[in-house]
């Protein structure tokens, strides 16, 4: 699979290999954590979401990973397919908060 | 049956004029937002309504103003549009609001040019 160390603007994954994006969140207080999906001419898509009191928790063909202790979160995404090329947002607040704040993204462009 | 409809799609205008996008929801939700994402995805949000009840008003220019009718409906009204007003504006919503965890709806986007 591809993975990005640290957070890069974009990452290009051959199809039906496994892609990790990374994002660093600023807030040690961010106690929830989201993955949106944005394709090109839409609005962002929910994904996944976490909370500070799980390190990972998986979907379909997604899992998130959270490590607070260096406040880091990654989006594997399994078998990667030409439908998941998008932007990758990853988000972070606190419950008791109304408001996201959103990392930068993640362009993914998957190759044929 | 769309969840969250924005209008409209594109909006192309001078600068000094005065515009509005529309924003509606019909999944029920308590709370709607407007964000705004610039020409590098940078998402932000700009403000929050929670039953037509202002609760987040970033720092944004007082030039934007937002209109809540109805709790399915947040409109975003921008006077004096500036070149740096160009940017993609998405409305959201959300079921409660009170916490975070109601995931965010969000609508096809608007696209803003201002020549």
């Known amino acids: 699979g591809e993975s990005v160390g640290l957070h890069l603007p974009t990452l290009s994954v051959q199809e039906g290999d496994n892609s990790i994006i990374n994002c660093a969140y600023s807030n040690s207080a961010s106690d929830y954590f989201i993955w949106y999906k944005q394709e090109s001419g839409k609005g962002p898509q929910f994904i996944i979401d976490?909370?500070?009191?799980?390190d990972k928790r998986q979907g379909q063909r997604v899992t998130v990973l959270l490590n607070k202790t260096v406040k880091h979160l990654s989006l594997q995404i399994a078998a990667t397919q030409p439908g998941d090329s998008a932007v990758y947002f990853c988000?972070?607040?606190?419950?008791?908060?109304?408001?996201?704040?959103f990392g930068a993204g993640t362009t993914v462009t998957v190759r044929a | 049956d769309t969840a969250v409809s924005q209008t409209p799609k594109y909006l192309v205008t001078q600068m000094g004029n005065d515009k509005s996008i529309k924003c509606e929801q019909n999944?029920?939700?308590?709370?709607m937002y407007w964000y705004k994402q610039d020409s590098k995805k940078f998402l932000k949000i700009m403000f929050s309504?929670?039953?037509?009840?202002?609760?987040i008003n970033e720092t944004v220019p007082n030039r934007f103003s937002p209109k809540s009718p109805d709790k399915a409906h947040l409109n975003l009204h921008i006077n004096s549009l500036e070149l740096g007003d160009s940017a993609v504006y998405f409305c959201a919503s959300s079921q409660r609001g009170r916490s975070t965890a109601d995931t965010q709806y969000f609508g096809p986007g608007t696209r803003l040019t201002v020549l």
């Open positions: 999944l029920g939700h308590d709370t």
């Open positions: 988000a972070e607040t606190h419950l008791n908060d109304y408001k996201l704040s």
């Open positions: 976490i909370r500070s009191n799980m």
């Open positions: 309504y929670n039953n037509k009840e202002l609760i």
